[in-house]
């Protein structure tokens, strides 16, 4: 199921994260080489972070190796308008705080 950013329109899907956090992320998986050096987050499509970096689906991995997984990545990053919408979401509360 896919929903719009409310920021700039894009498709985007709500990942919930093994720590139960709703993250945004664009709605088109990417192709990422996982513990390449680059530091950039992406999401799997458990909702586990993996760190990694992108490449084209038809990449061929020098190193044999390496996990080329298929992730999403983080709206967030991928935004134009950026934190606009983060800021609409409201903080929730810790669960079970009244
Ligand atoms: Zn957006």
Do not use: L
């Amino acid at each position: 199921m896919t929903n719009k950013c409310r920021g700039c329109g894009a498709e985007i899907i709500w990942m919930k994260t093994p720590m139960k956090r709703k993250i945004p992320v664009d709605a088109e998986p990417v192709w990422i080489v996982v513990g390449v050096p680059g530091r950039k987050p992406f999401i799997r499509k458990d909702g586990s972070f993996v760190f990694g970096v992108k490449v084209g689906d038809a990449y061929e991995p020098d190193d044999p190796d390496s996990e080329v997984v298929e992730c999403y990545e983080s709206h967030f990053a991928t935004c134009p308008v950026g934190g606009q919408f983060r800021n609409r979401q409201p903080r929730t509360r810790a669960p079970g705080y009244r």
